[in-house]
């Protein structure tokens, strides 16, 4: 099956400058998540989608960032504006609906705020 | 809050070792735990996924051990290999969601 796909692996922009990250999920995965992991740390879950509905969001910073998942398949993340602190790779992963199912992650993407 | 912590946090090893890597957790109510290997710069690869019922799981020269009920698990790498250098991250499912260690660098040496 394919994988989880991200895009762009990369991006540099200067701070206050405001960037989107895209998601595509394994086809029949319901839930997606979006994770922020900053150099050196595990990766801390932003938000949690189950088909297009939020389901858990209490950490993403909301004066900032943004999420959407439409029709229940892609999403993006936007940062608006970004500051130097969001340097990070930010991973997509998905997995089926049932708890016991593991999560399949994308390449990421690199974002460094100069 | 559950809290994932790996130790060591770093590893160097001579190839041809056996290593195990250590993950423990706070609260031993959860659904699976799953361990992950991430190169530099590089999403995360699933290694194994362990039930809340299962003791063990394998895959090739990777065993993946789990202690519900004292919070801990074990990944067991048989004759590392320098290939295996990667951080290794362990992530426990309580069902709301995943929480990550910080992770274990793993340097093997030629």
């Known amino acids: 099956e394919a994988g989880v796909a991200q895009s762009p692996r990369y991006k540099i922009i200067e701070k206050r400058q405001s960037v989107a990250f895209w998601c595509n999920p394994i086809s029949g995965h319901a839930t997606l998540y979006w994770y922020q992991q900053i150099l050196g740390q595990g990766p801390k879950l932003l938000i949690q989608?189950?088909?297009?509905?939020?389901?858990?969001d209490s950490q993403l910073p909301k004066d900032r960032f943004s999420a959407e998942r439409l029709k229940g398949v892609d999403s993006t993340l936007k940062i608006q504006p970004a500051k130097l602190e969001d340097s990070a790779v930010y991973l997509c992963?998905?997995?089926?609906?049932?708890?016991?199912?593991?999560?399949?992650f994308g390449s990421g993407t690199r974002l460094t705020v100069v | 809050k559950q809290e994932v912590t790996q130790i060591p946090a770093a590893l160097s090893v001579p190839e041809g070792e056996n290593l195990v890597l250590n993950c423990s957790f706070t609260d031993s109510a959860i659904y699976n735990l799953q361990w992950f290997r991430q190169d530099p710069g590089k999403g995360l690869t699933s290694l194994l996924l362990i039930q809340s019922s299962q003791r063990e799981q394998t895959s090739g020269r990777l065993n993946a051990s789990l202690d519900k009920s004292s919070g801990r698990s074990t990944l067991y790498i048989a004759a590392s290999q320098p290939g295996d250098s990667a951080t290794y991250l362990c992530?426990?499912?309580?069902?709301?969601?995943?929480?990550f260690g910080t992770g274990t660098s793993l340097t093997v040496i030629p």
């Open positions: 989608f189950q088909n297009n509905g939020v389901v858990d």
């Open positions: 992963a998905s997995s089926l609906e049932s708890v016991g199912s593991g999560y399949t």
């Open positions: 992530a426990v499912n309580t069902g709301n969601q995943f929480y």
